[in-house]
Nanobody, 125 residues
Framework: VQLQAFGGGFVQAGGSPRLSCAAS????????MAWFRQAPGKEREFVAA????????YVADSVEGRFTISRDNDKNTVYLQMNSLKPEDTAVYYC???????????????????WGQGTLVTVSS
C-alpha cells in the first residue's frame, strides 16, 4: 500500500483545513487508515482512524469535537477535517494504513505497516 498525503501549510487559529491521504495498492477486509501527528519535541500521537470493518471511525480525545475522519471509497482516500484549529495543533501530520490491524490496537503507531510522507500544519495565533 502506498500513501500520499496532501494539505497542510500555514493556518490561522480557528481555521478549518482538510488533509487528504490517497492510497493505492491491495487492501484487506481488516484495512485501517489513520492519522497521527508529531509536534516539535514530542512523540508521535494518534489523531483519528477509519476501519473498513463497519466503517467505524475513532478520534483522539484531544481533538474530539473538532476533527473528523472520513473516507471516499471511490477515490480510496481518507480525509481529516480539522476545525477550530489551535496553536497546539501545530505538528507534522502523517497518514498510516495497515491490512491486518487488530482493531483494539488502532491507537498504536507501531501497529501500522504503511506510512505516507508527513505534511506540516502550522497554526498561528
Amino acid at each position: 500500500v502506498q500513501l500520499q498525503a496532501f494539505g497542510g501549510g500555514f493556518v490561522q487559529a480557528g481555521g478549518s483545513p482538510r488533509l487528504s491521504c490517497a492510497a493505492s495498492g491491495r487492501t484487506s477486509n481488516r484495512y485501517v487508515m489513520a492519522w497521527f501527528r508529531q509536534a516539535p519535541g514530542k512523540e508521535r500521537e494518534f489523531v483519528a482512524a477509519w476501519s473498513r470493518m463497519g466503517g467505524r471511525t475513532y478520534v483522539a480525545d484531544s481533538v474530539e469535537g473538532r476533527f473528523t475522519i472520513s473516507r471516499d471509497n471511490d477515490k480510496n482516500t481518507v480525509y481529516l477535517q480539522m476545525n477550530s484549529l489551535k496553536p497546539e495543533d501545530t505538528a507534522v501530520y502523517y497518514c498510516a494504513a495497515d491490512n491486518s490491524l487488530i482493531l483494539s490496537s488502532y491507537r498504536g503507531d507501531v501497529q501500522y505497516d504503511y506510512w505516507g510522507q508527513g505534511t506540516l500544519v502550522t497554526v498561528s495565533s
